[in-house]
């Protein structure tokens, strides 16, 4: 089957008392048992959903792997699948990676003995120059946030396979529609499904998705030994995202492109940050690893002050953090998303805009920009 056919089909059945075309909202804590002490296969919903399950199927599936592990958010994910490291053990971190992932290395697993180094990705020497005996993980974003670099999976995977080290991407923004990180090479998919999975910014979620059989039978006890599982309403809107992710996906990058263009042209703009646009560093990578360069555009303009004015004037891009979803947003990283992140290696610049463009009709989009940054230019 083809992939927007499986988004639909995978693991959602028509439920069998009824015939429901829409897998149901099991919403219970425990399950009745048929006898004591008797293998069953829910007995308590921390250890296993129904609706959860058919999650965790489709995900497998789109992200062409055997097994998905479903959490409370892409931090409990990533928090999880980091239980799998030892004191002593290293990370290689990429030089623009997401701001919670970085507090969580820097400010909660290095009191447990876990070191980590930050890497320009986008350079394979580089990486492989950063490797230790001792590195265990080598954490890869691509395309990043928030200044959208684009990292050569396979040359980056090849590079950690010869050290030993298992490779994770973060394949948030680009979703399984328009990259496949385990067919170019890495041994681990990790999501936020809050984001364009989920697609209606009505939950929040997160996926470990993997083929390593062993892994996968380590992170199923730590998913139940710790608990950080989502809820089934939670579960029930991400399968009701994931069915239209492949036409959401079309509409995003065709949005970011008209918005890329636009910005690219405009005498208040000093660079924008798109994979999309040939003049991207990246640009040849994205073309031969994505289907297409997302919807997710970054830009700069003059001053931190420009681009807080630039912030508040837009109207359809709604002020607010997060991204992914139907509708477009608009934030400034440095004092909101990346707050974390001030005063380190991995510091945003101040005057950064980043967009989550939706699928609003492009024009409205860039006309709505255009009256921001003239207003901003008059402020």
């Known amino acids: 089957m083809r ?32 006898d004591v002490g008797k293998p069953i296969r829910y007995d308590y919903a921390r250890g296993g959903n129904p ?3 058919a999650l965790q199927t489709v995900l497998a599936s789109l992200e062409g792997a055997r097994h998905a592990l479903c959490f409370a958010s892409g931090l409990a994910a990533e928090a999880t699948l980091l239980l ?49 005996e001792e590195t265990r993980m080598v ?40 990259q496949r990180p385990l067919e170019l090479g890495a041994d681990v998919v990790v999501h936020s499904v809050t984001k364009y999975l ?9 996926a470990v998705v993997t083929s390593d059989d062993e892994l996968a039978e380590r992170l199923r006890f730590l998913q139940n030994a710790v608990g950080a ?26 949005g970011a492109r008209a918005v890329a263009a636009f910005l690219a042209g405009h005498p208040r703009v000093r660079r924008v940050h798109y994979p999309g646009l040939p003049s991207h560093p990246g640009h040849e990578v994205a073309a031969r690893q994505m289907r297409d360069f997302g919807g997710m555009v970054s830009f700069e303009v003059e001053s931190a002050e420009e681009a807080a004015r630039v912030a508040r004037s837009t109207r359809l891009f709604f002020l607010a953090e997060s991204l992914g979803g139907v509708e477009s947003l608009i934030e400034v990283p440095a004092p909101m998303t990346h707050a974390s992140v001030a005063g380190s290696p991995l510091e945003v610049p101040p005057n950064l805009i980043r967009l989550s463009v939706g699928i609003e009709h492009p ?17």
């Open 3 to 34: 992939f927007e056919t499986r988004a639909i089909h995978e693991g959602q059945e028509p439920e069998p008392a009824y015939g429901a075309v829409n897998v149901p909202i099991y919403q219970t804590s425990t399950y009745a048992q048929p």
């Open 51 to 53: 609706t959860r399950e």
């Open 84 to 132: 799998t490291l030892r004191p002593g053990d290293h990370v290689l971190l990429p030089d623009d990676v997401y701001g919670g992932t970085y507090r969580l290395f820097a400010r909660v697993l290095g009191g447990w003995g876990i070191a980590f180094d930050v890497v320009d990705m986008t350079d394979p020497a580089g990486v492989r120059a950063a490797l230790r």
């Open 139 to 178: 954490w890869v974003e691509t395309p990043t946030n928030p200044l959208l670099k684009v990292v050569d999976v396979t040359a980056v995977a090849e590079a950690a396979r010869a050290a030993g080290a298992r490779v994770v991407v973060d394949n948030t923004f680009a979703t399984p529609y328009l």
């Open 198 to 206: 989920g697609g209606h910014s009505d939950l929040v979620g997160g």
């Open 229 to 254: 599982v989502p809820g089934p309403m939670d579960c029930y809107l991400a399968l009701r995202g994931v069915k239209t992710l492949a036409v959401r996906m079309e509409a995003h990058c065709r």
């Open 363 to 379: 024009d409205d989009l860039v006309e709505d920009l255009a009256r921001a940054l003239e207003g901003a230019g008059e402020g």
